[in-house]
């Protein structure tokens, strides 16, 4: 059974930074981030195959996803956080399509937090 264990969130102030971790289990050929704020929908922050990385627009430049697969595990460096990043961050993993439709995606962590205070 593929488990994804996210770590890494925390409660911080704005102009921090973060750097989120995700351990799979097993090898899954793409990797993503999504979160989801409170009273709202979760949302795709970042997608990461083969050598692709695709970033939301609106986050691009403050977030990064990279991965090292060799300890199967999957990063999602925030950069100048903001209140309103403030969500619980979820890892996911495809193993047939890679985009930031939660449907395409059979696997999920359980979610990690991350609080930023101004």
């Known amino acids: 059974q593929v488990q994804l264990v996210e770590s890494g969130g925390d409660s911080v102030q704005a102009g921090g930074s973060l750097r989120l971790s995700c351990v799979a289990s097993?090898?899954?050929?793409?990797m993503a981030w999504f979160r989801q704020a409170p009273g709202k929908e979760r949302e795709g922050v970042a997608y990461?195959?083969?050598?692709?990385?695709f970033h939301a627009d609106s986050l691009m430049g403050r977030f990064t996803i990279s991965r090292d697969n060799a300890k199967n595990t999957v990063y999602l460096q925030i950069d100048t956080l903001k209140p309103e990043d403030t969500a619980v961050y979820y890892c996911?993993?495809?193993?047939?399509?890679?985009?930031?439709?939660?449907?395409?995606?059979?696997?999920w962590g359980q979610g990690t937090q991350v609080t930023v205070s101004s």
């Open positions: 990461i195959y083969d050598d692709q990385s």
């Open positions: 097993e090898f899954l050929w793409c």
């Open positions: 996911a993993a495809s193993r047939e399509f890679c985009s930031v439709v939660e449907n395409h995606f059979q696997y």
